[in-house]
């Protein structure tokens, strides 16, 4: 349980558990443990130490690093020192980085030891560049991080901060243009904590050990460590991802809890050691934040024997939305549904004029609620198209049934129209899925002088394997309507996919389309 009478925002999260469980451990990282206590004293010390570099309230403050222990005090002391932290992908290139330094604008930006050389080429062209720390390692262009903090008090601040207060600046993917910052304050997260524990796969116990794979620039890292933590959890924290070394910490770290984005859970599936078992703690497996097929789901069930959960949601919404719980898995129909909405939040299918649509119309999937952002940092215009008419319109296409759940066709950009029908990649993917020899696919349209757009699949074969094309069109037909069959196979390698696991499709489909008109968003 949450006390949400001792955390009124994230920034109270570490003392709040520091004074009932100080010595237990909050995260885990390699070899090293820091418990609650030690969490909240180095908070309040990067805390001190910010304002002592000149940060106010709504200042941005920055880092560049893979996952790494040091994240943690680092936000919850820019929370406390009511500056707004805003991490950035480290998988971007400089310029990109550049950009978005440019447009956030923190007065300091923290960089592991693997980005020293990406940072210094990211902000060399920048008016005004951030004060560069090291979060760990070291660089002669680069503070230390401990030379950083020396002096500073780790007694808790005097101004506490505030509900509005912007808390957390997360930059979306770029995928389809110029990456913007989704603003989320602690009324955000006051919504999205007072919901987690009602909500299957953020509900933890005390003292259970929470898995953290997913990148903590990303919704689904945050989430999970703000839950695990609130809620008193032990945080078993992971640099890089690699699918045996999270099948091996699922038994060895005694994990309860783990969320996974599809592509992860579809790799650990392919480790020999996935199979073996039991995983005699571990309750709950969350996933989200990409679409997953059928067959990978149902053979993840029977691998893992633990109750599965899967969110919709975006960043904009602060992660929340809709869920799929455990029960709802075993209903007739609903596994091919991302579920019904959190507590608290509301859904709709809206048309084209943001009307709200009956049961079964297809539709854009619109969220309202206490959990949506506050708007797109420096976005004026953004912000007033995505939340007009009070809804947090998602670009995603898909319909309500009779009974409540949503389902999730596809990235309105992302729709093929073929000979006037729409077609959405993530069914067609769905259906080729489990073919025997794939073990991935991306469907993308492509030009078509007849039909405007054929359906394309771009297949990964299984290792080993030699699928033939004609037999995974024909596996296709018998699933799925004649229209949305694959005119044409591809075999790929590997498919680009951003850090949340989302196929990158714009770079699918690029080389088809060059030269044309269509927009490869």
């Not at 975006?314 to 992660?319: A, L």
Request: aromatic residues 8%; glycine residues 10%; hydrophobic residues 45%.
């Amino acid at each position: 349980m949450i006390d949400l009478e001792a955390i009124r925002t994230l920034a109270d999260i570490p003392a709040a558990q520091a004074r009932v469980r100080g010595q237990a451990t909050a995260v885990k990282f390699g070899d090293r443990e820091t418990s609650f206590a030690a969490l909240d004293a180095a908070s309040n010390r990067v805390a001190h130490a910010l304002v002592a570099a000149g940060v106010v309230p709504g200042d941005r403050v920055s880092a560049l690093t893979k996952n790494h222990d040091s994240w943690y005090p680092l936000f919850f002391g820019a929370a406390r020192a009511r500056a707004c932290f805003a991490p950035i992908n480290c998988r971007l290139a400089p310029a990109e980085i550049g950009f978005i330094l440019g447009d956030a604008g923190p007065k300091l930006l923290f960089v592991g030891e693997d980005f020293f050389d990406c940072a210094l080429a990211a902000v060399a062209d920048l008016s005004a560049p951030p004060r560069l720390i090291a979060l760990y390692g070291a660089h002669p262009a680069f503070e230390p991080l401990d030379s950083w903090l020396a002096g500073a008090s780790d007694a808790a601040p005097k101004d506490a901060p505030q509900r509005a207060d912007d808390v957390l600046q997360l930059y979306t993917s770029g995928t389809t243009g110029l990456p913007k910052g989704v603003v989320l304050t602690n009324a955000n997260y006051r919504t999205f904590l007072e919901a987690a524990t009602r909500v299957d796969g953020f509900a933890y116990g005390e003292d259970e050990t929470v898995m953290i794979v997913m990148p903590l620039f990303h919704v689904a890292g945050t989430n999970v460590s703000f839950s695990g933590l609130a809620q008193g959890g032990r945080l078993v924290l992971v640099k890089d991802f690699s699918a045996a070394d999270a099948v091996r910490m699922l038994r060895e770290e005694d994990v309860a809890h783990a969320f996974l984005a599809p592509a992860m859970i579809q790799m650990m599936l392919l480790d020999p050691a996935a199979g073996a078992g039991p995983y005699p703690q571990l309750k709950s497996i969350a996933y989200g934040a990409s679409p997953i097929a059928e067959d990978v789901l149902r053979r993840a069930r029977a691998t893992f024997g633990c109750d599965f959960v899967q969110f919709y949601g975006m960043t904009e919404s602060g992660g929340g939305g809709s869920y799929l719980s455990p029960t709802a898995h075993d209903l007739p129909g609903k596994l091919t549904s991302c579920g019904q909405p959190w507590p608290g939040v509301d859904m709709a299918i809206l048309d084209g004029e943001g009307r709200e649509l009956g049961d079964g119309a297809i539709g854009e999937i619109a969220i309202r609620g206490g959990i949506v952002m506050k708007g797109y940092w420096n976005r004026a215009s953004a912000t007033e198209e995505t939340l007009a008419g009070g809804w947090l319109h998602t670009g995603d296409v898909g319909y309500r049934d009779a009974d409540g759940f949503y389902y999730v066709h596809d990235r309105i950009k992302d729709m093929i129209v073929s000979g006037g029908e729409n077609v959405y990649p993530a069914e067609v993917e769905s259906a080729i899925m489990g073919c025997p020899g794939v073990a991935d696919v991306a469907v993308i349209g492509v030009p078509d002088d007849k039909w405007g757009e054929g359906v394309k699949a771009l297949v990964v074969p299984a290792a080993g394997a030699a699928p033939d094309p004609a037999a995974i069109i024909a596996w296709a037909r018998e699933r799925i309507a004649a229209y949305k069959v694959p005119k044409s196979i591809e075999f790929i390698d590997a498919l680009p996919r951003n850090p949340s696991g989302k196929v990158l499709r714009r770079e699918l489909r690029a080389p088809y389309w060059e030269g044309r008109d269509r927009a490869v968003g």
